[in-house]
């Protein structure tokens, strides 16, 4: 009964700003990490970013690092994923993730279309 809703995508130029959100809900929804991963066409899967419960450790992709900010406020049972001067390269649908203590449960997002432009 856990579900993550994700929002925040859309089209934009080369340069421009997005910030993705993705709100769990459900009574037993208790993560102990949350991330983002991203999927291009023809590509496989990869990890952007992950954030560990009330305020744990971050982790990024090489290719994001500097450019893109991940954040989670527990209250609101929200992960939030701030992109800055964004490339055509991070075109993908990109997909929200949360996973219990010692991965005994995993959760996914249906995810939300990024498409940057030139």
Known sequence: QVQLLESGGGLVQAGDSLRLSCQGSGRTFSPWAMGWYRQAPGKQ??????????????????????????????????????????????????????????????????GTQVTVSS
Not at 46 to 74: C, H, P, Q
């Open 45 to 110: 899967r990869e990890l952007v970013a992950s954030i560990g419960t009330n305020g744990g450790g971050t982790n990024y992709a090489d290719s994001v690092k500097g450019r893109f900010t991940i954040s989670w406020d527990t209250a609101k049972n929200t992960v939030y994923l701030q992109m800055n001067s964004l490339k055509p390269e991070d075109t993908a649908v990109y997909y929200c993730n949360a996973r219990t203590r010692g991965y005994r449960d995993v959760y996914w997002g249906q």
